[in-house]
Structure formats: structure tokens, C-alpha cells
């Protein structure tokens, strides 16, 4: 699934009215017609005791007439219960909102209209569905303080948010910031029209104050922003909606990135999602994994990484760690093969580089940084590793603490071959000398700019990863589970992604099938902890792979 940017849509509007033809009020019409049919599907689930709890904060796209308002039209009143507040912005989201409104109404759902400001400053189509809601006869009131909480008390039973649209800049003032907050504060459920109010379409920001939707119904395309925490929190379940504009971006616009799914895998990044076998294949034909990691007080994290390298289905592992931590890890894993680099005492040494270089040149891809600790010589160690390795080479953890330190990758020279950083947020605040809340503020802009300057694949790591390739394209992963927020969870990260480059695939293909299969082992991992994923710790991902 595609995702744009709030200029990408304002594009992709004008295109599809002034290019291809199509009406603006058609869009409108059909855009109010679609929030419509997700209200009246959530009032379907919660009559037959079918909502869960909270929002699942998933994002799926439903094709248009899969739950058609033809199953709930008939003679009013169809839903006696239902009582919809419906928030009226001035601009093309309060329009979509009106449309809304009257759909409802058809479906016999009782409604009322609630205005940011007087209707008659509404402009283009919302002020033509503004006439059509008036010579209907729809009940409506500007806004004043205290009324979501007036509506309540009239039994209302949930609320549509048209406030503001993706065109909305900084956070919302004056009337519209008062009814957000009244809104949040009545605790009824949300349905937000594109997106939430309060959202940066862009960033996944939330100013103060934020719609806090439980559903969100995005109109045409995603929109970057709610890939992103803290605003996939605020959009709740994400449902994106067709409304007639095409399938297919304006010529020569390129989306700003791609949902992570088993379609997308293979038609954007030719991958096959079911890893199969050839029947003459051998462990010669799945590739060679070097893996440098582990020291005294972290060899675990090596053999989190080592082992997923393995489960990935690379045919060999070389996990080399330092000489005097053999003897502690020998037979941990039989099928892995050990190799003595690095100094005394259990750590590393800058010596240690040659050595990695030799193994490498039997093998097809170097993974390093899990458990690395920090050492004289570092800089001297892993830039000769950057400079001198001819294969693709993982780089985590440590690795990226000691390249961050040094200035690097900028004051190094560019490599030949592909490499891939898979920072976490902190990690990646060190390496663009940023705080890990800028890193945060920006996920997916941030990525893609350092990917490109640098000419590195960049895993920036967290709830919604982002894979960002050198050539500017970016992919988001939306599998995975809140517990697998453990120490060692990366490690096997890192692994998993070694072992996939280590089987042909390239550095973009190997990063983002990686996070996607970690994310999925991770949803089963917690799964089988039954009902209790916070014992989740990073092994259970590895056995899940």
C-alpha cells in the first residue's frame, strides 16, 4: 500500500479534477459516502457486542461497496440507538462531513451538526453541502463552549471529526481547538474524516490538541503521518477508503513510501514472502554469514545474532568473537562454527580487523556490533572494516556508536559495496548529531535524507520501522508487538537481515523482508505467550522465525 504527503494529495486532487475530469463535488460526495458506511459499521459491531476494547492501531484498506450502506438503508429509524455528532470545519473535510451527515440520516441514523464557525464562511462544494444540509433540514449550531458536552446530554451516542484536513498547519486555535478538547474529553468514540484533527499529515506529529480517533477514515491514500507513532496512536484502526480518484499516482510523482506487506514484497521489491527452497539446493546455494560480535559481558548478544542468522536459512554461520569467550560458547549452538578475533581478556582490539577482513573473503556478508563493547583502537578497527570489506556488511549496536563517535559515515569515504545501519532512535540521534525526540519528530523524512547523503540502506528501528534506500524509495513495516521491546530483540534483528543478504537478496530487499519477518515472528512469539507478552524476551523471536 502506498502512502503520500499532504502536497502529494493536494497534487493528486488537482490532477484527478483538472487533468483527468473528474467533478469535485463527485469526490466529496463519495468521500462523505465512505465515512458514512465505516460509522454505520461500527455501529453494526458495537449493537452485536463485537468491538474489541481499544484500537488495534492496524492500517488496511477496504475497496469500495465491501460494506455498502445498501445493507442498512430501509425505513428509518433502522438505528433507534445511534446519535451522531458530526464537527463541521469550514474547508473540504467540513464537506466531507456534511455529505457524511446526510448519508447517515438516509441509513436512519439521527444526527447533529456542529459548526467550527458560521456555515456561511464555508466555501467551494462544503458550502454547496451546507445548502443541501439546510434545505434538508438537518439540525445544526455554531459552536460555544460547552456544547459536546450539551450534545451528550442529548444522547449522543459518537462523534465525526471534519474539523480540519490534511491542508491544516500547526496546532489548532480558537474554536477548533476548544471542541477537540471537548471532544477528547466526552469520551465517545471518534471517527476522524481523513485524518485526525490536530495530526501533522506528514510527520505523525500531534500538536496540542489531538483528535484521539478510534477510527480513522483516510481518503484516496494513506497518509505518511499515520504510519508513524504518536499519530498512528491517534488515528486508532486506519481504514483507507477508494473515492474515485485512480489507483495510480499523477505521472512522474513518485509515492513517499510503501507499506511493508506480502503484496508490496513482492510486486515492489520482488521478494518471495515464503522463502522456498530449491529441491538441488545445498548449504553451499544459501550463502555464508560473518558475524563479529559479542565481548566478556555481552556475548549473548552474538549468539542471539548468530542464531538468527541461521533461522533467516543461511547456509553457514561464522559467529568470530573475541579468543578468550570460546570456551564459553563452544556447543551453545552445534550448528554454528566459531572463530577466534579480537583481544585478550574477552574484549576486542584493533588488531582484530585483518583478521575479520581474512574470514570475510570466503564468506558473503558481514554482520557487526552486537555486543561489541567499546575499545582503544575502535575508530582505526572499524574503519578499516568499512574501507576494506567487499561485502555487504550489517552494521548495529556498537558499530554504529563507534561510527557515530568517529563522524562517520560522512568523513569516510563512500563504499563500494552495500551497507546497512539499523540504528534505534538513540543510535540514530548519535549518528545525525540530532536529540532522540528530533529523531522521533521526523521518522520517515529524516531516514530518507541521511540514506541518500550517506548511500546507505538506514533500518531507523522502533514501533512502525522504517527501511530507507539510498536511492531515496521508503518502506514501513507495520507487523510486530509491543513486547518485543527487550533487550536482545535488535540482536536478532541484525542476524536475520545478514542471513537473508547472505542468500542473494540485495541491501533494500534483505532490510525490509527482514523487519517484516522479525515483526511477524514477533506477533507469534506473543502470541504464544498466552495473553501475558510482556515475559516475551528475545529468543522467543528467534524460535518464532
Not at 519477518?517 to 510482556?534: F, T
Request: charged fraction near 20%; proline fraction near 6%; aromatic fraction near 4%.
Amino acid at each position: 500500500m502506498k502512502f503520500v504527503t499532504s502536497e502529494q494529495m493536494r497534487a493528486v486532487d488537482r490532477y484527478a479534477i483538472e487533468q483527468i475530469g473528474i467533478p469535485a463535488v463527485a469526490l466529496m460526495e463519495n468521500a462523505g459516502r465512505a465515512i458514512a458506511e465505516e460509522v454505520l459499521l461500527f455501529c453494526r459491531q458495537r449493537r452485536e457486542g463485537r468491538l474489541p476494547e481499544r484500537p488495534e492501531e492496524t492500517i488496511r484498506e477496504r475497496p469500495a461497496g465491501a460494506d455498502s450502506l445498501d445493507r442498512d438503508l430501509g425505513s428509518p429509524p433502522a438505528w433507534p440507538e445511534e446519535h451522531w455528532l458530526i464537527l463541521i470545519g469550514k474547508g473540504n473535510n467540513g464537506g466531507d462531513g456534511l455529505v457524511c451527515a446526510r448519508h447517515l440520516v438516509d441509513a436512519g441514523v439521527r444526527v447533529s451538526l456542529l459548526y467550527a464557525e458560521e456555515p456561511e464562511r464555508l466555501g467551494g462544494e462544503a458550502a454547496l453541502q451546507h445548502a443541501i444540509a439546510a434545505a434538508l433540514g438537518l439540525p445544526g449550531e455554531v459552536y460555544t463552549p460547552g456544547a459536546v458536552a450539551a450534545a451528550r446530554s442529548r444522547g449522543v451516542t459518537g462523534i465525526v471529526d471534519a474539523l480540519l484536513g490534511t491542508g491544516a498547519k500547526g496546532a489548532p486555535r480558537g474554536a477548533y481547538a476548544s471542541l477537540i478538547r471537548e471532544a477528547n474529553e466526552s469520551r465517545l468514540p471518534i471517527v476522524a474524516a481523513d485524518i485526525p484533527s490536530g495530526l501533522d499529515a506528514d510527520t505523525g506529529a500531534v500538536h496540542d490538541p489531538c483528535i484521539e480517533a478510534r477510527i480513522t477514515v483516510c481518503l484516496a491514500f494513506l497518509k505518511a503521518g499515520l504510519t508513524q507513532y504518536p499519530g498512528a496512536k491517534a488515528a486508532g484502526d486506519v481504514i483507507v477508503r477508494y473515492i474515485g480518484i485512480p489507483r495510480a499516482l499523477p505521472p512522474g510523482m513518485a509515492e513517499a513510501g510503501v507499506l511493508l506487506t506480502e503484496e508490496s514484497l513482492r510486486g515492489e521489491l520482488g521478494v518471495d514472502p515464503g522463502r522456498r527452497r530449491e529441491a538441488d539446493g545445498h548449504k553451499g546455494t544459501y550463502g555464508h554469514v560473518l558475524l563479529a560480535a559479542g565481548s566478556l559481558t555481552m556475548s549473548g548478544a552474538g549468539l542471539l545474532a548468530a542464531k538468527a542468522a541461521l533461522r533467516a536459512g543461511s547456509g553457514l554461520v561464522t559467529w568470530a568473537l573475541p579468543e578468550a569467550l570460546l570456551p564459553q560458547v563452544l556447543g551453545a549452538v552445534p550448528e554454528l562454527m566459531l572463530a577466534p578475533a579480537g583481544g585478550e581478556a574477552g574484549a576486542w582490539n584493533a588488531a582484530a580487523a585483518s583478521e575479520l577482513l581474512r574470514l570475510l573473503e570466503a564468506r558473503d556478508v558481514l554482520a557487526i556490533g552486537p555486543g561489541l563493547g567499546r575499545f582503544p583502537g575502535e575508530d582505526g578497527f572499524l574503519r578499516a572494516v568499512w574501507e576494506g570489506a567487499p561485502r555487504p556488511l550489517v552494521v548495529d549496536a556498537d558499530a554504529l556508536n563507534i561510527l557515530a563517535a568517529a563522524g562517520a559515515p560522512a568523513a569516510w569515504p563512500r563504499r563500494d559495496a552495500a551497507a546497512i545501519l539499523t540504528p534505534h532512535p538513540g543510535e540514530m540521534a548519535r549518528l545525525a548529531g540530532l536529540s532522540t525526540a528530533e529523531v522521533q519528530r521526523d521518522r520517515i523524512g529524516l531516514a530518507r535524507r541521511y540514506a541518500v547523503q550517506h548511500g546507505v540502506t538506514l533500518v531507523l528501528k522502533g514501533a512502525r520501522t522504517v527501511v530507507a534506500a539510498p536511492d531515496g524509495r521508503v518502506f514501513v513495516n507495520v507487523t510486530g508487538h509491543p513486547g518485543m521491546a527487550t533487550g536482545g530483540s535488535g540482536d536478532v534483528l541484525t542476524g536475520l537481515i545478514a542471513g537473508l543478504l547472505a542468500q542473494g537478496l540485495d541491501a533494500v530487499q534483505a532490510a525490509a523482508f527482514g523487519v517484516y519477518l522479525h515483526g511477524q515472528a514477533g506477533e507469534r512469539a506473543a502470541a504464544a505467550r498466552k495473553g501475558n507478552p510482556a515475559s516475551l524476551i528475545a529468543g522467543d523471536i528467534i524460535e518464532a522465525l
